[in-house]
């Protein structure tokens, strides 16, 4: 017997369900991401974009799973971090559907989930984890029990930053696509910050870097060359720090920067020259999404972590290294 798991995503600006079962087949994977034509994403309106699409994006994921409610398992739900309004809409429906259908509760951490569905999609066990996305950009490492974050941004996150730029330049968010394909058709470098300290980096000077090449008139192309050749230099230097450090021998890229192809080349020419495996999360499962919830729901609950309802109140700063990881100990 198969034990089935739905896991409902909505940390920010896209909310997701997903199927999975325990043998790591994930059935289904529906989710829907609020774009607003301008400006970044306010934290009401996407959950009010939650609420009102949040129901059907469920229904859908069973439906597409070929199962029927009853036969969920178990429910999880990303517990944190993330917005506050955003966070609260998707737990209330976790715990609705967890009253129910009768079946245990489980609150699992965005950022870890993103390493977890990164290990199944994969099938490393215990790799240094990249992990770019719009709202973090971390390098992680398993060690005595918890994911210890090695470095991350002392400012602003990777996606953040291209957001940011792109939405200067009059690109949609999100920004990260656009800003790759423009590359291609760079013909100059321009020197931007390079900002690495210790293990950790820093990307708002660069930004700013950026804005001041578009405002003397260079060619869009060559500054998005330009910033990803130097973010991305930064993150290989921090990995390849990180795989010297704890000695592992996999390098896992996840979250939604994760997309991008060129950070992916940089990243596997370090593992190469460390002798290191390197796995590049597959698209439909390195944004957010709710397939990574629900397996990391599962890891949880066959390590005995559930929570009461009362209890199940949500952690908008929750920090990866705050979960004592005991499916992993
Ligand atoms: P988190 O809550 O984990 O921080 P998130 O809310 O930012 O995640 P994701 O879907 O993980 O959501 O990541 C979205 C980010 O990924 C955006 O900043 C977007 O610009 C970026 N992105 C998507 N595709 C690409 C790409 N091809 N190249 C670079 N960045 C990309
Ligand atoms: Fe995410």
């Given at each position: 017997?198969?034990?089935i798991?739905l896991?409902?995503?909505?940390?920010?600006?896209?909310?997701?369900a997903g199927i999975?079962?325990?043998?790591?087949?994930?059935k289904s994977n529906v989710?829907?991401?609020?774009?607003?034509?301008?400006?970044?994403?306010?934290?009401?309106?996407?959950?009010?974009?939650?609420?009102?699409?949040?129901p059907l994006i469920i229904q859908k994921s069973i439906a597409n799973a070929g199962i029927v409610p009853n036969d969920i398992?178990?429910?999880?739900?990303?517990?944190?971090?993330?917005?506050?309004?955003?966070?609260?809409?998707?737990?209330?429906?976790?715990?609705?559907?967890?009253?129910?259908?009768?079946?245990?509760?489980?609150?699992?951490?965005?950022?870890?989930?993103?390493?977890?569905?990164?290990?199944?999609?994969?099938?490393?066990?215990?790799?240094?984890?990249?992990?770019?996305?719009?709202?973090?950009?971390?390098?992680?490492?398993?060690?005595?029990?918890?994911?210890?974050?090695?470095?991350?941004?002392?400012?602003?996150?990777?996606?953040?930053?291209?957001?940011?730029?792109?939405?200067?330049?009059?690109?949609?968010?999100?920004?990260?696509?656009?800003?790759?394909?423009?590359?291609?058709?760079?013909?100059?470098?321009?020197?931007?910050?390079?900002?690495?300290?210790?293990?950790?980096?820093?990307?708002?000077?660069?930004?700013?870097?950026?804005?001041?090449?578009?405002?003397?008139?260079?060619?869009?192309?060559?500054?998005?060359?330009?910033?990803?050749?130097?973010?991305?230099?930064?993150?290989?230097?921090?990995?390849?720090?990180?795989?010297?450090?704890?000695?592992?021998?996999?390098?896992?890229?996840?979250?939604?920067?994760?997309?991008?192809?060129?950070?992916?080349?940089?990243?596997?020419?370090?593992?190469?020259?460390?002798?290191?495996?390197?796995?590049?999360?597959?698209?439909?499962?390195?944004?957010?999404?709710g397939?990574?919830?629900?397996?990391?729901?599962?890891?949880?609950?066959?390590?005995?972590?559930?929570?009461?309802?009362?209890?199940?109140?949500?952690?908008?700063?929750?920090?990866?290294?705050?979960?004592?990881?005991?499916?992993?100990?």
């Open positions: 017997m198969v034990l798991s896991g409902i995503e909505g940390t920010a600006h896209s909310f997701g999975v079962s325990d043998d790591g087949q994930v989710w829907d991401m609020l774009t607003p034509s301008e400006g970044g994403i306010h934290p009401r309106e996407a959950s009010r974009h939650h609420s009102e699409l949040g398992d178990i429910v999880s739900f990303s517990r944190g971090p993330g917005l506050g309004p955003c966070l609260r809409t998707t737990a209330t429906m976790a715990r609705t559907l967890a009253l129910r259908l009768n079946v245990p509760l489980i609150g699992v951490n965005h950022c870890v989930a993103h390493i977890e569905i990164g290990c199944l999609d994969s099938g490393f066990r215990d790799p240094v984890t990249v992990y770019v996305s719009g709202g973090n950009t971390q390098t992680i490492a398993f060690s005595g029990g918890r994911f210890r974050t090695f470095g991350e941004t002392l400012d602003i996150a990777i996606g953040n930053m291209l957001d940011s730029f792109g939405r200067d330049v009059g690109m949609r968010f999100p920004a990260g696509p656009k800003i790759e394909m423009a590359s291609l058709d760079a013909s100059t470098f321009y020197e931007l910050p390079y900002s690495v300290k210790g293990m950790d980096l820093s990307y708002s000077g660069l930004l700013t870097a950026a804005r001041r090449l578009y405002s003397e008139g260079v060619a869009v192309s060559d500054i998005c060359y330009s910033i990803q050749e130097t973010a991305f230099g930064m993150l290989a230097e921090v990995a390849e720090r990180a795989l010297a450090h704890t000695k592992k021998d996999e390098i896992l890229l996840t979250g939604g920067v994760a997309k991008n192809n060129r950070l992916t080349n940089i990243l596997e020419g370090v593992a190469e020259r460390h002798d290191a495996k390197f796995h590049r999360v597959s698209p439909t499962l390195a944004g957010d999404q397939a990574m919830i629900a397996w990391t729901g599962i890891l949880q609950y066959n390590a005995g972590d559930q929570i009461p309802i009362p209890d199940s109140h949500v952690l908008p700063k929750w920090r990866t290294d705050e979960q004592e990881i005991i499916w992993r100990a």
